[in-house]
């Protein structure tokens, strides 16, 4: 049978870009080579002649064998032509030992490489029969069959070859794996029995014979268990399936389209010995104890035989459970068959804690290479099937944990890594005192010892732990909810304190992966990145399951993200103070205000929660988002003494050099988005866009619009602090360009926004308050137009409605104070060109004092106010006036001014700065 050459180039591109199909060793292989060995065996219409050409195609085939197997489709094509046209024995030996599925294939393949291989017997047994039975034995060893009903309908066949010499073996360990409580009669016994007694005891038959015991006891009393083997691929095809699928957890086995409910993988093994055996899953046999007549009256039905979940739920009353409870790790049904009582949990826990504790605990005595390989190898499928069981419970094992408290205290580190970090991060809630006595310090005993990416795999599954706490176990201590297991609720008192206690640790130890990835002379990019996508994940679960609790992202990622050559990370590090700023501390105050009304002031969740809005709790983030600010925002910003500014360092080329090489348009790590914004201006010369990029990083002509004293949380308006954030949405400001100027920042902010909308949304909201109460204040002064007799003055004897400020007593001294010192200078400039006498003078004098100290206590308050500015706005022209006087001496462009000055005047490079030409030469 001829197959087409274009059904197998639409084949070979299937396994190339297919998901699920493909195998990254089969891809690095030539396809080109493999797609023509495949045509060419599709060629062969008449019949497979071996010459050298046929050898080489052959070769490529055994070449795919080797290195991932085929794909299902493949495998059909090959069979198709195998089975359809004649080939020399020996080819066909070579052809049959090369079909090794990369994946689960469908039982009809094996059928009809059965019928054709079984059916025929001129064909030869040692090239053709032996080979297609071990084909069979090695598909259903490693559970590559989506389903064996097929397969079992040939029982028959298989059975009547049982008694021919050099096949016994094959065929028994083949009917072995075949077969099931159904399918033992009386009949089929006999003929095992006659055919033991015939050719003799071997391993396979004696297999075979106590197989057929444990199904049917009443039909065989006595028999005696066969030796202990360890099972070994000898063959050739055997070596190629157990270096194919011995690792590999089968893909499709996952899916939830696949029949069955019990999860695949290699079922070889002895199961008398544990020291050999290469799983520690026993087997699904069930101990019979009804039969016959009475066993079809109770209408039992094996779990084993089940097909789907769905069968097992509407049969849970009559289904018979394996003899050892232990076999439902392998079971995709568990649940469900444990929910329906609860001595079955009990039951399943005790089973299962001592085997845990015997095998990982007990058992560490030395053994040989192949031992302790195959110790190893258990261990892991055991603690992949225990994972397994807990994410379908989303609930974690009592008996996991204190197994976990013992094993841990020997525990060296490194084996089973990820095995065991995954049972912790599924620990059940409990104080925080005992987590970290039984569980977190035996892990960090070893967190030194790590890379950054085991540390970095540890710190992911301490937050996976902290979002399971906050997700499932909070609400299930709260609220009283049962689970499948029981719960640890007598090992907790406070389900928020543990919650808190525990990202307090994760904090350190991140402060500490931090410390010695940087004394290890390593980038910390990916650290810095990972930290804070996990901190931004494990918050946003905090929020969306109303856990009142705000993660300390520790700042010095903060300072990592802002001081690093990646856009992303500035971008993150943006991300976490908008989402602290929008969604956390209005959270925790409304948390706040509801746990006051209904556990009182002196609850512990309410202290708890009360220290989190404290403004000891934001001073740490507020210094950080100040320092951030100093370098983003095109205003000016207000440091702390707690600002890195401020620590007592000082850069090698001045503090103005750091800020000016650090700002948004001169930043390392938005350079790309600066070149790509002068890039959009179509400017026409290279010396305009290097004035452009100048003008990016001068100042601006609104900075009485940019918040200097920042907050985290909303509070009252001040005269000297405005709040810098808002509840309210951010609304873009269009600002216009001015069109003298190449470059505007706000523009570039905008252009910016498309890539990196963190960034500006941050700058943006600085300037977005600021903006906002100005125009207010000036919204609330036009609209007061009401007359001077309706007006209610202070000083009228009739209590204001409006709320009085509080005026400072010192204040209105220092004021008056002024006040008579002005009046006495003016007094004394008149009396010198004036030609009176000495004393007629003083006597003027010390009237005009009594006047003027008269008229200034009589004068309303807002007066006073008025000249107290007046006065201070002429000093601080005139101290300005003598400073750009100076400047422009020096013939020097002035940068950006010290952000600790308390006066508003000009942080970014002046206009008059760019007409030296050696500025420009000293920015390019």
Known sequence: MAMDRSNIQHHMDNQDHGGQEGDLSNQLL????????????????????????TLVHLSTLELVSDNGGWSAPHL????????????????????????????????????????????????????????????????????????KQ????????????????????????????LTSKSDVTEWRVRTVLRCQSKLGSSHPLDSLVWRLRQFRPDLMPNCAAPAARAATASTVIGKRFHKVWEERVDRSLDMGGREGVWVGGSQAGNIFKKGKRDTLLPGREVLSVASGARARKEGRVDLGDMKSVRGVVENIHRVQLPANILALLGCRASVQVLAMDKGLVERFSLTLFHTLRNEFVCCQEKVGVREETRRVRRREKLLGHLVRLQEAVQQGLPVVGRFLSEYLDTWDGSSHFLSVLRLVSQLQITDYKELHDCVVAPLTRHFTSYNMVKQLVMLGFLHTLLRTWAAMEYERFTKHKPGLFPLNTVHCENALEAISQLSTEIGELAVLALSMTRERGESTNLLTSQVLSMYRTSQLVMLEYSVPLRLELPTVYLYSALFSHSAGLL???????????????????EALRSLEMVGGYDSLNTSLVANMVSVQ?????????????????????????????????SAPLGEDWLREGLYLSSHPALLPYVLEYLDSLELGTTREKQMAWLQLSEEQDDQQQWEKNISLVQEKQRISSRSFYTSQPVVRLDVQPSSSKLGNIMDFLHSLSTHLPAIEQLVVEYRQKAVGVESSRRG???????????????DSGVESLHPRKKVNTMDRERREQLARQETAGKLSRESSVSSRNQATSQGTISSSLQQNYSLSSSQPKKQAVRKDKSSNHSREVSQSTSRQEEEGKRGGSRKRKSVGSPVPVRKRRSVEGRRGEGVLRERN
């Open 780 to 794: 609330r002064k036009d609209t007061d137009c009401r007359s001077v007799c309706s007006q209610e003055t202070e």
């Open 150 to 177: 097929e397969l079992t309908c040939m029982y028959e066949l298989f059975l009547s070859l049982l008694a021919r010499d050099k096949l016994t073996n094959t065929v028994a360990e083949l009917l072995q794996l």
């Open 571 to 589: 971008a993150q590090a943006c991300q976490h103070v908008l989402l602290n700023k929008k969604k956390v501390f209005p959270t925790l105050n």
């Open 30 to 53: 030539d396809q080109e080579k493999i797609t023509e060995s495949l045509q060419y065996l599709a060629s062969c219409d008449t019949g497979i002649i071996k010459n050298e050409e």
């Open 76 to 147: 059909g094509l090959i069979i198709q032509q195998v089975t359809s046209v004649p080939c020399p024995a020996q080819l066909t030996r070579k052809l049959l030992y090369s079909l090794v599925p990369a994946e689960t294939i469908p039982s009809s393949m094996l059928v009809q490489l059965a019928m054709w291989g079984l059916g025929d017997s001129s064909l030869s047994r040692d090239c053709v029969v032996l080979p297609t039975l071990k084909l069979l034995t090695l598909c259903l060893q490693y559970d590559c069959v989506t389903d």
């Open 617 to 649: 709790a934001r001073e740490e983030l507020l210094v950080a988002t100040r320092d951030m600010l100093v370098f983003l925002s095109p205003g000016n910003v207000h440091l702390t003494m707690g600002s890195i500014l401020r620590q007592g360092w």
